[in-house]
């Protein structure tokens, strides 16, 4: 079963509750910490010399964090909370009424708490150099990169990881599927749009990271980061929703006595 097609916090109450959100904020910052690690060892050490060309660090930074994304899907923690580590998800999956709305609150503040988290971890594991050469791994447009496009860029991306969930959520034969596919969706997302946009497509991803390194600069687009893939997430459960329940005219020998509706899961 998927960890996101049913989570327990959907059905239960009280102490398992509290263990789902406690699952989201440490699963949220074991990615960070793996991302701002990721980025320390292969852009900030001696490694560097050997991957010389900045696609090839992103692709390797990529790889190693969609790995880290999917053993958290997979984990026995990522069951317990559905495994949303993104607030573009939880919002999305609400949407679609696949996750009660009551919990997005608590959800929302695990995975960005669990973002300043992680990132602080890093920064006690590894020192200075975090703040001195990485800046935190803060993610940052290209000069290239309007508000604009990197609004848009930021949507369209969680959009398209959002609903590639979606439709593995559609049929419970593939949700196993789940974590590894939106892992690689991920990756690409961060390979493919990196040196544009910083490829984030989660609100939970720059928070951190922005917090730690106080640059002033970071403030004037963090709330991009944090609003277009909310929007992002947004259209594309709206949508689903729509799809979900739209109605569907019977054949004309049933004489319209009879309309239907689709559910949510696609059974």
Same mark, same amino acid.
């Given at each position: 079963?998927?960890?996101?097609? @049913?989570?327990?916090?959907?059905? %239960? ?8 959100? !406690?699952?989201? /904020?440490?699963? %949220?910052?074991? !990615?960070?910490? !793996? =991302? !701002? ?42 069951? @317990?909370?559905?495994?949303?580590? *993104? ?20 959800? /929302? ?29 803060? =993610?940052?447009?290209?000069?290239? @990169? ?17 609903? &590639? ?23 690409? =997302? ?6 544009? %946009?910083?490829?984030?497509? *989660?609100?939970?991803?720059? /928070? ?39 109605? &569907? ?19």
């Amino acid at each position: 079963m998927s960890t996101i097609a @049913c989570p327990p916090a959907r059905r %239960t109450t009280g102490a398992t509750a509290w263990a789902a959100m !406690v699952a989201e /904020f440490a699963l %949220t910052g074991g !990615v960070l910490f !793996v =991302v !701002v690690t990721a980025v320390r060892w292969v852009t900030a050490s001696p490694l560097s010399r050997a991957l010389p060309k900045p696609y090839l660090q992103l692709a390797l930074v990529a790889v190693i964090v969609g790995a880290a994304l999917a053993g958290a899907l997979s984990s026995p923690w990522g069951r @317990c909370s559905g495994g949303h580590l *993104n607030p573009a998800v939880t919002l999305g999956l609400w949407l679609t009424g696949a996750f009660p709305g009551r919990r997005v609150p608590a959800y /929302f503040a695990a995975q960005l708490s669990g973002s300043v988290a992680g990132t602080g971890l890093a920064r006690l594991v590894w020192g200075p150099v975090l703040g001195d050469r990485m800046a935190y791994a803060a =993610v940052e447009p290209a000069p290239s @990169c309007s508000p604009t496009l990197l609004f848009t860029v930021e949507a369209v991306s969680t959009a398209a990881v959002l609903t &590639v969930t979606l439709l593995l959520m559609s049929r419970r034969a593939w949700t196993r599927w789940i974590p590894l596919a939106r892992s690689a969706a991920t990756a690409v =997302v961060m390979i493919a749009l990196g040196t544009l %946009t910083g490829g984030s497509a *989660n609100p939970a991803r720059p /928070f951190g990271p922005a917090l730690w390194a106080h640059r002033p600069g970071d403030w004037s687009h963090l709330w991009l980061y944090l609003v277009a893939p909310l929007a992002g997430a947004a259209l594309t459960g709206g949508v689903a929703r729509y799809q979900a329940y739209r109605p &569907v005219h019977p054949p004309k020998s049933d004489g319209g006595r009879s309309r239907e509706r689709r559910s949510e899961s696609g059974r």
